[in-house]
């Protein structure tokens, strides 16, 4: 089996947790040197989540790099010392929000919704990321729109039956 957990999904408190726990071991391995992205990599575990906290650090200013990137001159990460106690532990939890994320998110879902208004029936996710334009940003605010209640999605998801899309406001297609 997978551990025990039988393929559930996890909670959004569980991967809450998760990203919390991450972040912390991306800063212990900065710790209070000047290291490198390679080195975060090696000891945390090279995976896209990594460079993610990495860069949403940086947004926040919590963690600084210098350097051009490249073997030449790698990319020094050091940990900003406001954020750091007497111990050299982390002073504050950093917000797990990516500043730079959510602005992309904010414009991708206003293309999307002002793609929806004028589409009068349901379109379909693929239809969606052809004019917005096809990336994780895409997916992601899609389902945001959809969480908070200002679009409506229908189907199962799937070849034989897509997920389908569109404004809450519109009336149903076919009824006046």
Known sequence: ??????????????????????????????????????????????????????????????????????????????????????????????????PGLEVRLRRIEAKITELLVCEKDYTTEKFIRTVVGDNTGTGKAIRRLVSNGKVMRIGKGGVGDPYKYRLESCPPPGGG
């Open 1 to 98: 089996g997978k551990g025990g957990e039988g393929g559930k999904k996890m909670s959004k408190e569980e991967r809450q947790h998760q990203k919390i726990k991450r972040q912390e071991e991306v800063m212990r391995a900065i710790g209070r040197g000047s290291v490198t992205e390679k080195f975060v990599l090696e000891k945390v575990g090279d995976s896209r989540y990594t460079r993610e906290i990495l860069r949403r650090l940086l947004a926040q200013c919590i963690v600084h790099r210098k350097g051009k990137g490249g073997s030449n001159d790698p990319f020094l990460y050091t940990v900003s010392t406001s954020h750091l106690n007497c111990d050299g532990g982390l002073a504050v939890t950093p917000n797990l929000v990516d």
